[in-house]
Each structure stands twice: as structure tokens, then as C-alpha cells.
């Protein structure tokens, strides 16, 4: 089973930055955060991943609570190309381990 | 391009036959996982391979199965097929990221 927690659903206005939560209470010390997205059906793409100090790339920001209990995944101008289905993982640092995919939240752009 | 190759991109098949996917990770990566995805369904992990062993297993049916070959490409195999095993199959390779191939859409006629 997923060990994260996130709202099945989203909109956010063409433009303006989109904040979407997880919740990961029961993470532990070795276990990273992932953000993965499905466009439509495409394989899923990779975002941004994290351990305990926020990220950011080109595509997003991670922003991890200090007790590492949830994050948030931030597009910071979202464009109706943003509009997917996204996932948060947690996955230990083992790369044998797996990545579990739960139902994650669908973004809608809105124009 | 995520470096994830996966055969057949499309495939038409009958009631009672059997296929093979076939995927090829990317360079360096370990871990081959497969996931069916149904229409309008979320990922349904299937199965994992490291290194050539089963790492973990989700909800993959007894008709199906897959192996890892000793130069690390996978394929899954899917056997006495029935209407409700059309869907994408999507097969996925890791060292510290994953990556997904395109995906293989099955429809059983």
C-alpha cells in the first residue's frame, strides 16, 4: 500500500502557482519523497525528489516540513500543460527498493 | 526520451492467446519494474526485478509472468488473455530515479 496521503483532486488558475500536499506521516530517517506526473496517458515523468532540505529544479520546488510528516510540491506558474494526474512516493534509499504508486491528485489548469 | 525502451507500442490480439512485452531499461539501471494501467485507472503495480531476482510482487495474476535476463532487459508475459486485460502496460527502470518507457497498449479482441 502507498504510504502517502493525497486529495484526489485540484484546480488551480492559468498562471498561478500550484501547491499540491502530501501527506506522509509514517515516513522514516531513509526514506526519500518523489513527485511523479502522468500527462493523459503518458508514462509517468519524473518531477523532484528529496530527503529533508527543500528542492528545487526547473520543472518544480519541494518543500518538506521539518518533522518530514508532509510536503508540498509547488509548480510555481502553472500552464494548462500542467494538467496531469500527481504522484507522491515515498521510497527508502535502497535502490532495490520499490516504488509504490498510490491514486495521487489530478491537477486541472484552468484557463 | 527517458531511456526506457519498450516493444510492442501497440498490440491486437484474441481471447485465449498469449503475448510478450518486451523492455529494456535504461543504461546502468538495476530495477525493472512492470505496472498495468486500465482506462481512466490508476498504476497497478505488477511485479520488480533486481538484478535478475523478483524483488517484490503486487497484484499480478497467475497468467501472467515475467523474468529479468542476465543483460538486464525484462520481458512479461501474458497468457490465456481475456477482454479485461487490455490496458497500457508500462514498464519502468530505477537506480535512484525511475523511468518510464511509453508503454505497451494491449487490446484483447
Known amino acids: 500500500d502507498a504510504k502517502t496521503t493525497q486529495p484526489p483532486s485540484m484546480d488551480c488558475a492559468e498562471g498561478r502557482a500550484a501547491n499540491l500536499p502530501c501527506n506522509h506521516s509514517?515516513?522514516?530517517?531513509?526514506?526519500?519523497v518523489y513527485w511523479y506526473r502522468q500527462i493523459h496517458s503518458q508514462g509517468p515523468q519524473y518531477i523532484i525528489h528529496g530527503l529533508k532540505n527543500n528542492e528545487t529544479n526547473e520543472m518544480a520546488s519541494l518543500i518538506i516540513t521539518e518533522d518530514r510528516k508532509s510536503s508540498t510540491l509547488i509548480l510555481p506558474h502553472a500552464t494548462l500543460r500542467d494538467t496531469a494526474v500527481y504522484y507522491c512516493?515515498?521510497?527508502?534509499?535502497?535502490?532495490?527498493?520499490?516504488?509504490?504508486f498510490g491514486p495521487g491528485t489530478r491537477l486541472s489548469v484552468l484557463p | 526520451d527517458s531511456g526506457v525502451t519498450q516493444t510492442p507500442k501497440h498490440l491486437i490480439t484474441a481471447t485465449g492467446q498469449r503475448v510478450t512485452l518486451r523492455c529494456s531499461p535504461r543504461s546502468g539501471d538495476l530495477s525493472v519494474y512492470w505496472y498495468q494501467q486500465s482506462l481512466d485507472q490508476g498504476l497497478q503495480f505488477l511485479i520488480q526485478?533486481?538484478?535478475?531476482?523478483?524483488?517484490a510482487k503486487g497484484n499480478i495474476l497467475e497468467r501472467f509472468s515475467a523474468q529479468q535476463f542476465p543483460d538486464l532487459h525484462s520481458e512479461l508475459n501474458l497468457s490465456s488473455l481475456e477482454l479485461g486485460d487490455s490496458a497500457l502496460y508500462f514498464c519502468?527502470?530505477?537506480?535512484?530515479?525511475?523511468?518510464f518507457g511509453e508503454g505497451s497498449r494491449l487490446t484483447v479482441l
Open positions: 526485478y533486481y538484478n535478475g531476482e523478483e524483488r
Open positions: 519502468a527502470s530505477s537506480g535512484e530515479k525511475l523511468f
Open positions: 512516493i515515498v521510497r527508502g534509499y535502497n535502490y532495490g527498493q520499490n516504488f509504490v
Open positions: 509514517t515516513i522514516s530517517g531513509n526514506e526519500y
